[in-house]
T-cell receptor
Framework: ETGVTQTPRHLVMGMTNKKSLKCEQH?????MYWYKQSAKKPLELMFV???????ENNSVPSRFSPECPNSSHLFLHLHTLQPEDSALYLC????????????FGPGTRLTVT | GENVEQHPSTLSVQEGDSAVIKCTYS??????FPWYKQELGKRPQLIIDIRSNVGEKKDQRIAVTLNKTAKHFSLHITETQPEDSAVYFCAAIHSGNTPLVFGKGTRLSVIA
């Protein structure tokens, strides 16, 4: 349960705010992911990093900006969000992209007011 | 790219009955099919997976079957229990360098 951690667990922000979500994995994995989970799209892949290089960007609006400074840390920088961006943001990691099991973090519940 | 369809979106069964969730995929080159379970308020976790070189895999009360010709795979849960209540996600992938494509999930409710 502590292999992938996320902070904060809850975040309320206004549309003009700038905030960051943090993910840390203690599993020695080389791939990390950001997912958005909402009622409309239960597991929507946003970004994939492999060995600190971004390998996937699923047409995510530029108000979401990922950063992967090393293989253990992943950030999601948020600015000028919209109310429809309110969702649970899940981070995950795996040994490699593709066939390996993904380990998810507990998520950050984001509310944009 | 790959597209995964999952049905039904919700499923209610009586405790002790079986539950079946079905998924179809579009890319005939896909060769790895995992299933994740997400309990209420918790994170998704892998429960079983199957590769395209086998047609069926079983682990206690859960099993997955794969029909490559028809491009569909299914999750079977027998003797359901209340703790099986959760959202189940299927996924598919065809290359070790591409990420999983998930279905939209099935909310399973097991009624005691």
């Amino acid at each position: 349960e502590t292999g992938v951690t996320q902070t904060p667990r809850h975040l309320v922000m206004g549309m003009t705010n700038k905030k960051s979500l943090k993910c840390e994995q203690h599993l020695g994995h080389n791939a990390m992911y950001w997912y958005k989970q909402s009622a409309k799209k239960p597991l929507e892949l946003m970004f994939v990093y492999s060995l600190e290089e971004r390998v996937e960007n699923n047409s995510v609006p530029s108000r979401f900006s990922p950063e992967c400074p090393n293989s253990s840390h992943l950030f999601l920088h948020l600015h000028t969000l919209q109310p429809e961006d309110s969702a649970l943001y899940l981070c995950a990691s795996s040994q490699r992209t593709g066939f390996d099991e993904q380990y998810f973090g507990p998520g950050t519940r984001l509310t944009v007011t | 790219g790959e597209n995964v369809e999952q049905h039904p979106s919700t499923l209610s069964v009586q405790e002790g009955d079986s539950a079946v969730i079905k998924c179809t995929y579009s890319d005939s080159a896909s060769n790895y099919f995992p299933w994740y379970k997400q309990e209420l308020g918790k994170r998704p976790q892998l429960i079983i997976d199957i590769r395209s070189n086998v047609g069926e895999k079983k682990d206690q009360r859960i099993a997955v079957t794969l029909n490559k010709t028809a491009k569909h795979f299914s999750l079977h849960i027998t003797e359901t229990q209340p703790e099986d209540s959760a959202v189940y996600f299927c996924a598919a992938i065809h290359s070790g360098n591409t990420p999983l494509v998930f279905g939209k999930g099935t909310r399973l409710s097991v009624i005691a």
